[in-house]
């Protein structure tokens, strides 16, 4: 039998793994007589951790809410993933101080095999650029405003804000992560239309909006985020001809690049944005697939620019 303060632990852990658990179950996984388990609760309880009784047969525990936070028990590949998480948020605009810092605190209670078990996942692996345009920099966002608006979600609560500096009044419905940029997707009250805001230009005004009833949104709001931003909130958007069926497309693009619909003769319409040309013809390029551009015009150019530089680099042509 583990001793108490190990065992103890182990009960913490088994308590955050799952919303409940049944007496019987803990003793099983303790190793140890259902006496032992409800004294094991009794102490988590005199030490300030809020363990709750759930009716149900046999007796069931849950980890309650209180004033204290229990430890956070993580096993090995999952403090590994979280590691992996937050240095990967240290490359996102306005979360880069708070991801480092919580990965310090991290690194800091890893046993030294995680230590180096992370170092040589650092050390093996590598990511490019999530913003290909390297005249143009990530924009930053304020965690303040994001967890304002994550609560006036929650809360379905309107809000007056300047966007662009004009001045909107909205009720916020999701927040939603694309191309390293967030965007709140809300609806107008006065004209009962749909749209997502950039959230790094939304600020927000005080007093805010006042509290509404959700209206059901006619889709689904990830795709419809994608869908405009590629149409609209790009400094380019564009709509590209591929010679394949939608199903043949989707299958070769990361879906966050754009939307894909089909034409009446068996082809397909990508939507698709970015803030230059040069990203967009990046994007439409390594689809490996025959496509027409008609607009914007400076793509035009630039793809032509690129067939006569291509075209060159092959000896004999």
């Known amino acids: 039998m583990a001793t108490t303060s190990a065992r103890l632990l182990t009960l913490l852990g088994l308590l955050q793994s799952r919303p409940d658990w049944s007496g019987a179950e803990l003793a099983e996984r303790l190793d140890v007589t259902d006496r032992t388990v409800r004294n094991d609760v009794a102490r988590l309880r005199d030490l300030g951790y809020p363990v709750d009784a759930v009716r149900g047969p046999g007796g069931r525990y849950r980890l309650g809410a209180g004033a204290r936070v229990p430890p956070l028990l993580l096993d090995d590949a999952e403090a590994v993933a979280v590691a992996v998480g937050l240095r990967r948020t240290t490359a996102t605009a306005g979360f880069e101080d708070p991801a480092r810092s919580a990965l310090a605190k991290l690194e800091q209670v890893m046993p030294d095999r995680l230590r180096r078990r992370l170092a040589s996942i650092r050390d093996a692996s590598a990511s490019g650029p999530e913003n290909t345009d390297s005249n143009v920099e990530d924009p930053a966002v304020d965690t303040v405003v994001l967890a304002a608006l994550a609560d006036a979600v929650r809360d379905h609560q309107g809000l007056r804000a300047y966007y662009r500096d004009e001045p909107v009044e909205i009720e916020p419905y999701r927040l939603v992560a694309w191309q390293r940029r967030w965007f709140l997707v809300a609806r107008s009250p006065s004209a009962g239309t749909w749209a997502p805001y950039r959230v790094d230009w939304l600020r927000l005004r005080t007093p805010g909006g006042r509290r509404f009833t959700p209206t059901p ?7 419809f985020t994608v869908r405009e931003v590629a149409r609209t909130g790009w400094a380019v958007h564009a709509c590209v001809t591929v010679d394949a069926p939608p199903e043949e497309v989707l299958a070769r693009i990361n879906p966050t690049v754009g939307t894909v619909e ?17 990203v967009v013809a990046v ?11 008609e607009e914007p015009p400076a793509l035009v150019a630039h793809v032509r ?3 006569e530089r291509y075209a ?3 000896p004999g042509t």
């Open 217 to 223: 949104f006619p889709g689904d709001m990830t795709e």
């Open 305 to 307: 620019v690129l067939a």
């Open 312 to 314: 060159r680099a092959v």
């Open 262 to 278: 089909a034409t009446d003769d068996g082809r397909s319409v990508l939507v698709t944005g970015g803030d230059s040309v040069e």
């Open 283 to 293: 994007w439409i390029g390594m689809l490996g697939l025959d496509f027409h551009v």
